[in-house]
């Protein structure tokens, strides 16, 4: 497996198990080649080994919650796999930016942005009538995404708290500003389960977050009246067993879900890192009757449900997922590249294959490593469908 990032010692894992947590040193760092991996899969390494402490109430700031999640493997993730582009195997191999636009045919429309193609895709999609408190598609959610023990998994944990919040909020400024008419909800995005790159003490490749750091992300949520989403990457676990776990959080109104089809290796066997996983549409559907029953059990508005993509396979049989007025099903274009890369994956694995609504994901360091410059909302917005959910890493 390539691009491990090798800084992680048995020293450094003593001095967190003695001390504070181990940070967690991973991005989302998808490279242009064969092969994928989503958003912060993780090599445990020595770390999955230790105990982490049992999980610890909610802070004041934050709605109290039951300790329903058990004890993780270790205190902390390890270093990520290596992250890829934003077509991988399964896109256009071999077909650099220049090669795949001088091929293209003329068009007043660059790839994504065409009406006529998402018209003849199915777009608009028929859904259920909003429920009272939906927030799709009246508001577009803008969100930070990572986890705050890691300055290299996403803009959630880059920058410190309150820098972090800050920015967030002049990010939902811009977008304000590109789209008057769709008032912006802001978000957390936290990835609460890691896939691993070692299969741990419970042999299963995934790593669950202590309940005190999702509750510290709550607490920072709340603060600035944002929503937030527990992100899960199941590595070789079932989505029918981990969900389950997050109940406590998910019975808030503000909490919402997000599943990562490229870190669930149950069907490959394969370790998280060295190939692109899956979901089908029966997991979808099962995760969006679990969400369904939580809206009714709780009394609840309707859930937002972000499923990643950025392959064809990531997620197969999507015509049978099934929509339901309770959860508001978003399908999140995921892969990071240059400009006309993103737009691509965008037409051929979210437009093409309508779902309910849809998102975007923008890589402050991945998007630009080449020298490209971040996509703008008005440029993002010049896509059709226009993404509802935005999604900063």
Known sequence: MKHLY????????????????LALVGCKDKKASATTTSAGAVQQGQASSAQAPPATPAPATATPAAPAVPATEATAPAAPPAKFDAHSSAGKKGKGAKGKEAAAPKSAYRAGEDP????????????????PGSILPQKRIVAYYGNPLSKRMGALGEYQKDDMLQRLKREAAKWQAADPSHPVQPALHLIAVVAQGEPGKAGLYRMVMPDKIIN???????????????????????????????????????VHLGIDPEFNLIKSGKKPGTKIGTYDAADINYASN????????YNLPPKVFIVHRFTRNGVTNSKNIQLRPEVQIVMNMDGWGAPWLKRDSYKDYVVAEPVEFTGFKL?????TKKGD?????????????????????
């Open 363 to 367: 890589f402050y360091h991945n998007d």
């Open 216 to 254: 510290d992300v709550y607490s920072w949520a709340k603060s600035i009246n944002a929503v937030m989403f527990i992100d899960i990457q199941t590595g070789h676990d079932n989505i029918r067993n981990v969900l389950p776990r997050f109940e406590w959080i998910l019975k808030n109104p503000d």
């Open 6 to 21: 090798p800084n992680h010692r048995p020293t450094l894992l003593l001095i967190a198990l003695l001390a504070l947590p």
């Open 373 to 393: 410059a971040l996509l703008t909302p008005k440029e993002v917005l010049m896509l059709n469908p226009k993404p509802l959910y935005i999604q900063y890493q």
């Open 290 to 297: 679990y969400l369904k029953e939580l809206v009714k059990k």
């Open 116 to 131: 006529d193609f998402a018209a003849k895709k199915g777009w608009p999609v028929k859904y259920p009538a909003p429920l």
